[in-house]
């Protein structure tokens, strides 16, 4: 054999080997760190509105590497007024949506393919709140009074809440269309104003309202509170991908808990996110605050963080009957399943 030949193939050789440890390294590299990206299996998240505080433990879940850690990609879509977070789980848009009960049940009544995984606000935010000067010291005192409301399914634990006292909004007060400011409370067009705890409330208090001015109608205490932030899934989709919604959830949970004990942190990944001017960082650190004892209420056990409270949604769904918002009573057994949460805790 020419001798040349046979130099070029000994070095054809041992450049092939190379390569092959080369290869083999990387592959061990790609192993010892878990999933690659190629790996990762993605997921969309519709929100019910525009990064805020209100949304904090997802963004953590992503700036701190919980979903990637349980092999997810997560894409996060903003939500807005024009968006229906149902219809857009439902056809298929996004994964997984977040939204109010009694936002789903009439979108499951309509037959779309929707069904709840889990509860992640466990209290109502929702709360009158009045001037003192104005003399609201119960809910009785609404009568003959202008009580605003932002309607458009915001409204039925306020229509609740006018019932068990007896109050009729068409003749024994005057129940008005609310902005989505609080400039009609702070010039005094109504007397008593809808507001979350976590937004509109902290709004009055930047104004330079002290908490001993306000008197607040909170519809926890009244027993007539309605969930709110839940997580729902097609239930299409999540007949296939039951393992990567408790995933979902499971990294989610622990976004929460990340944003519940660094506030700070979790207020930056929204900031991050959140349109510029839309929003202060003051603001959002209290909405942060208010939106932590929704989650962990005083009380309530942390290890139950996203669990499903049958007899709070039941008195949702009865409230939800009772007003309109669904024409039959809810079916339970399908409006959301336990399933997902009891994969999540039994890792």
């Not at 005094?188 to 908490?211: K, P």
């Not at 239930?235 to 990340?258: D, I, Q």
């Not at 918002?325 to 339970?332: G, S």
Request: proline letters at 3%; hydrophobic letters at 40%.
């Amino acid at each position: 054999m020419n001798r040349n030949l046979k130099a070029h193939r000994v070095m054809f050789m041992v450049l092939v080997s190379t390569l092959f440890v080369l290869l083999l390294s990387a592959c061990d590299n790609d192993s010892a760190s878990g999933n690659t990206d190629d790996e990762l299996i993605p997921v969309k998240l519709q929100l019910k509105w525009v990064p805020q505080a209100q949304f904090a433990g997802y963004f953590m879940a992503i700036e701190q590497g919980y979903y990637e850690e349980e092999g997810l990609d997560v894409e996060i879509v903003a939500g807005g007024p024009d968006i229906v977070p149902e219809q857009q789980v439902a056809n298929g848009a996004a994964d997984i949506g977040i939204g109010w009960v009694a936002s789903l049940l009439p979108h499951q009544e309509q037959g779309l393919p929707l069904v709840q995984i889990s509860q992640v606000y466990q209290k109502s935010g929702l709360v009158l709140v009045s001037k003192n000067e104005v003399g609201i010291s119960s809910p009785e005192d609404l009568a003959g009074k202008k009580v605003g409301n932002w309607m458009g399914g915001n409204e039925f634990e306020i229509l609740a809440l006018f019932d068990k006292y007896g109050l009729d909004q068409n003749s024994d007060l005057s129940f008005v269309k609310q902005g989505f400011t609080m400039d009609q409370f702070l010039s005094g067009e109504i007397d008593a104003a809808s507001a979350m705890t976590y937004n509109e409330y902290q709004v009055v208090l930047e104004e330079g309202f002290a908490e001993s001015d306000l008197h607040v109608i909170d519809m926890n205490d009244e027993g007539v509170a309605m969930l709110e932030d839940n997580l729902f899934a097609n239930t299409e989709w999540l007949e296939e991908n039951k393992e990567t919604a408790a995933k979902f959830v499971r990294a989610s949970l622990k976004g929460w808990e990340a944003a519940i004990e660094d506030p700070e942190t979790a207020v930056d990944s929204v900031m991050s996110e959140a349109e510029e001017g839309s929003t202060s960082r003051d603001h959002q650190l209290k909405m942060m605050e208010e939106v932590a004892k929704l989650i962990l209420p005083e009380g309530f056990d942390p290890a139950d963080i996203g669990k499903i409270d049958d007899e709070m949604f039941k008195q949702t769904a009865d409230i939800a009957h009772e007003y309109g918002v669904i024409e039959e009573p809810a079916d339970l057994d399908k409006a959301y399943t336990h399933e997902i949460m009891e994969m999540v805790n039994e890792e």
